[in-house]
């Protein structure tokens, strides 16, 4: 490996050292429950949207159906509680492992279909098990899980008094979901996915094996984005099929990867930083008397970024790299 | 369950199946045309279903009348829509894909926001029409007129659209570009021309649909995004790109979405689509009359 390389990978290290360290002091000059509110979600995002890009951005399988994954995260956790009394810390743990599982026999099917194809079977799939869901009486169906409140505490993970627990959960997440990006990214698995990306035929006829590649990257970003669903469980301690399954969160877990730089170690976590605050803040500020504010705005985003600067944000963050010489 | 419940539905069906076909042949038009999914085809129904709805509100004028300059608005807006981002987005030299995916999503997001900005979340409804509530009876079974007529419009627009491929310059044109977009050049074609007409085409199909559809179904700003799944997954059963695979698609959607609502509580009528797409693909991932 080259030596400017491996710089840089311990470069992006530090950097994310101490970009959680500040992350982690943030919460002692911001008070306001609103903002930190808001905090949470971006940090959350950052780790949905981390996850995702294992998927679509490293390995091209562009998914807009990983609403699904967060939903039996969060599921998961609330039915293994609720019903069994099976502390969420397992629930997660579980929710991960059922999602990485059925990530995987989905893609049994699934990864031979190419292009558009594969992108509305995630579509489709994950819109009917929303419906499955609605309709399934055991989990509420369509009115949901309500997850009794019982006393702040780390072992049940509820906490009504302080968003400052959530805060620190989902800064982890984030830390972890990055991390795992990181450390793939120049594992064998992330050339391979690479490879897979660019040119599958080339990649199969020098080796790769192009289905496992799939179905690996597949478990791993179904497994992180679960996680976060059953946090967000905990979080909104209610849930219904809509409210964690829907194709909005598909969608919200791809913008800030598209935004910040789909396929790159930091553009996830570049787009959620922007977008989650921006359409919050629209949201409540402008969105208030009219509604569809906040649509109008990220929408606008969106197209402009797809047109201007297909690569994303991230490259305008870093600095210029000289090409070294031979 | 007697025989005729069964024949009434599947008859529903059928016609819901051949509008489904007419929403969808837009999409699978520009598709073959320029191998570009337009993720805002819902959007460009719904703003056809509120066009025909102020057109309704503001003039008294019935949807049925509204049809053509709906449909003429639409051609415009996907010409627009064309000539403002896609063309565009088809320079992209990184992520391609990706980036004609979110583009037109992107757009389908504001259109969205745009509408519940002006239009307000409410749910509207063309409240009186010529064909709105009124059945016939064909043969002991009843069919809604609004329905009955859609499908009439429907097959007529499909042939209007084999003519105009097949005997018209510019239907060869289009062909052409399709083909090859890099040859025509040579002929003379301007692939640019072509490709807007095709969205404006394109659009104008969807939007001839909206006008019918605005007679029986409430009007609201998501209300294109159940319809654009269907819509996906009727232009995938038939193989992208294949115009009459559309329409032969709608059929088999409107019909197995019947028999679902047969089977099954209603709640749960969409699980047959999606069942038979996935099983369609998984089988035959290129759709059932795909070619590319």
């Given at each position: 490996m080259d030596k400017?390389f491996?710089?840089r990978?311990?470069?992006d290290?530090?950097v ?5 360290i ?6 002692l000059f911001?008070?306001?429950?609103y903002i ?5 979600l971006?940090?959350?995002?950052t780790?949905?949207?981390?996850s ?7 390995c ?8 699904l994954y967060?939903?039996?995260?969060a599921?998961t ?15 997660m743990?579980?929710?991960g ?8 026999a989905l893609?049994?099917p699934?990864f031979r ?8 079977a995630?579509?489709?799939i994950a ?8 309709n399934?009486?055991f ?5 949901g ?17 302080s968003?400052?627990p959530y ?5 982890a997440l984030a830390a972890v979901?990055?991390f795992?990006?990181w ?5 064998r698995?992330?050339?391979?996915w690479?490879?897979v990306?660019?040119n599958p ?10 289905f496992?590649?799939?179905?690996g990257a597949?478990?791993?970003s179904a497994?992180?984005v ?6 967000y469980?905990?979080?909104v301690s209610?849930?219904?099929?809509d409210?964690v399954m829907g194709f ?10 598209v ?5 790159t ?7 959620a930083?922007i977008?989650?605050?921006?359409t919050?803040l629209?949201?409540?500020?402008v969105?208030g008397s009219?509604?569809?504010?906040d649509l109008i ?11 201007v ?18 | 369950?007697?025989?005729?419940t069964i ?7 059928l016609?819901m ?8 042949a837009g999409?699978a038009?520009?598709?073959g045309?320029m191998d570009?999914?337009n ?6 129904l ?6 025909t ?13 509204a049809?053509p300059l ?11 829509v064309y ?5 565009f987005?088809?320079?992209a ?13 992107g757009?389908?997001?504001v ?7 002006f239009?307000?979340?409410d749910?509207?409804?063309v409240?009186h ?12 079974v009843?069919l809604?007129e ?23 310059d510019?239907?060869?044109?289009l ?6 977009a890099?040859?025509?050049a040579?002929?003379?074609?301007d692939?640019n ?11 104008a199909?969807v939007?001839l649909?909206?006008?019918?559809m605005?007679?029986?179904?409430y ?6 995004a ?13 193989g992208f790109?294949?115009v009459f ?6 059929i088999?959607?409107g ?6 609502a ?5 709640s749960l009528k969409s ?10 693909v998984?089988?035959r991932?290129r759709g059932?009359?795909g070619s590319?």
């Amino acid at each position: 490996m080259d030596k400017a390389f491996a710089a840089r990978r311990r470069r992006d290290l530090m950097v994310a050292a101490g970009l959680v360290i500040i992350a982690a002091l943030l919460p002692l000059f911001v008070r306001n429950v609103y903002i930190q509110n808001i905090m949470v979600l971006t940090l959350m995002y950052t780790a949905l949207s981390q996850s995702w890009n294992i998927l679509s951005g490293y390995c091209g399988q562009i998914s807009l159906g990983h609403s699904l994954y967060f939903g039996l995260g969060a599921y998961t956790t609330a039915l293994l509680f609720t019903k069994l009394g099976v502390l969420p810390w397992f629930g997660m743990l579980g929710g991960g492992i059922v999602s990485a599982l059925i990530a995987m026999a989905l893609g049994y099917p699934c990864f031979r279909l190419r292009g558009h194809y594969f992108v509305i079977a995630t579509i489709v799939i994950a819109e009917t098990t929303l419906l499955l869901f609605q309709n399934w009486e055991f989990a509420g169906a369509a009115l949901g899980i309500d997850i009794p409140i019982r006393r702040d505490s780390w072992l049940t993970f509820q906490f009504a008094r302080s968003k400052l627990p959530y805060f620190y959960f989902a800064l982890a997440l984030a830390a972890v979901a990055w991390f795992v990006t990181w450390w793939l990214e120049d594992s064998r698995w992330g050339y391979w996915w690479r490879a897979v990306k660019d040119n599958p035929d080339a990649a199969e006829s020098l080796g790769v094996v192009v289905f496992n590649s799939k179905m690996g990257a597949a478990a791993v970003s179904a497994f992180l984005v679960a996680v976060g669903g059953s946090f967000y469980a905990q979080f909104v301690s209610y849930i219904d099929p809509d409210s964690v399954m829907g194709f909005q969160f598909s969608l919200l877990m791809a913008l800030p990867a598209v935004l910040g730089g789909i396929g790159t170690l930091w553009g996830p976590m570049l787009g959620a930083v922007i977008l989650i605050p921006l359409t919050e803040l629209t949201r409540s500020y402008v969105g208030g008397s009219g509604r569809g504010v906040d649509l109008i705005v990220y929408g606008t985003l969106i197209v402009l970024i797809s047109l201007v600067r297909p690569q994303g944000l991230v490259g305008l963050f870093a600095p210029r790299r000289k090409v070294a010489a031979p | 369950m007697t025989a005729e419940t069964i024949i009434q539905s599947l008859a529903s069906g059928l016609l819901m199946g051949l509008l489904y076909g007419l929403i969808a042949a837009g999409l699978a038009l520009i598709f073959g045309l320029m191998d570009v999914v337009n993720f805002a085809h819902g959007e460009f129904l719904m703003i056809a279903m509120y066009a025909t709805f102020f057109l309704f509100a503001f003039f008294a004028l019935d949807p049925l009348l509204a049809a053509p300059l709906v449909a003429a608005s639409l051609f415009v807006l996907g010409a627009m829509v064309y000539l403002l981002v896609v063309r565009f987005a088809m320079r992209a030299k990184a992520n391609a894909g990706m980036v004609q995916i979110f583009s037109t999503f992107g757009l389908a997001i504001v259109m969205r926001g745009l509408a519940q900005y002006f239009f307000t979340p409410d749910y509207r409804s063309v409240t009186h029409s010529w064909l709105g509530g009124k059945t016939v009876s064909v043969a002991g079974v009843f069919l809604p007129e609004p329905q009955l007529v859609g499908a009439l419009v429907s097959i007529a627009a499909f042939a209007a659209l084999y003519f105009f491929i097949h005997r018209t310059d510019f239907g060869r044109a289009l062909e052409a570009t399709r083909e090859d977009a890099g040859a025509v050049a040579l002929v003379g074609i301007d692939k640019n021309r072509v490709f807007a007409l095709g969205w404006g085409l394109g659009a104008a199909l969807v939007g001839l649909a909206g006008a019918i559809m605005a007679t029986f179904f409430y009007i609201y700003p998501d209300v294109g995004a159940s319809f654009a799944l269907i819509a996906y997954v009727t232009v995938a059963l038939g193989g992208f790109g294949s115009v009459f695979g559309a329409f032969a698609g709608g059929i088999i959607v409107g019909l197995v979405e019947a028999a679902t609502a047969l089977a099954l509580p209603p709640s749960l009528k969409s699980i047959g689509i999606y069942a038979v797409y996935l099983l369609v693909v998984f089988i035959r991932p290129r759709g059932l009359f795909g070619s590319i």
